[in-house]
């Protein structure tokens, strides 16, 4: 006997179309109420019938979640209009940066620099202004220089309930973050 998943694919798209980031099949599953299996076949059912010529979006897999995304023939002849959506997101150096920030804080410009391995005045001057980071006071040491920390608007750019939801590192990405002779 087939089932018939029109009405939970329809109810997983909705929930994909409300959601801004990826959402993973636990999520999906706890959110729409149905079983993981029956989210895992509506999911399937609902990536065929996005797949029709007549449909502009598509399901995608990222980031460890599913996404709602326009297909890519399309997006090419829309992104001019319509990626200024995008501007939101971080340059390379601006990511690194904070996410130095956020795992090391409080840590000032120059543990910041001596992590990355190049000068970080810029990327500083531009989170502080972004709201990612603030100044959280001064270090005990010559030169009293200021620490920096994340914000309320970054966890809320993440999608993070707090500091301590940011992903664990392993020991390899813990040893980057380090500095030493860092209290």
Known sequence: MELNLD???AILETILFLESEPVDKAALSRISGLGIDVTEAALDHLRECLASACHGIELVE???GWLLVPKRDLWEGLKDRYGRKNEQKLSRAALETLSIIAYSQP????EVEAIRGVA???MIRFLLDKGFIKEVGKKDAPGKPIQYGTTKDFLKF???GSISDLPKLD???RDRFE???RA
């Open 120 to 122: 970080a005045d810029t």
């Open 107 to 110: 840590v000032t410009r120059a």
């Open 158 to 160: 993440f999608r993070l």
């Open 171 to 173: 020991e390899l990405e």
């Open 62 to 64: 990222m980031g460890g």
């Open 179 to 181: 500095l030493e002779g």
């Open 7 to 9: 009405r939970e694919a």
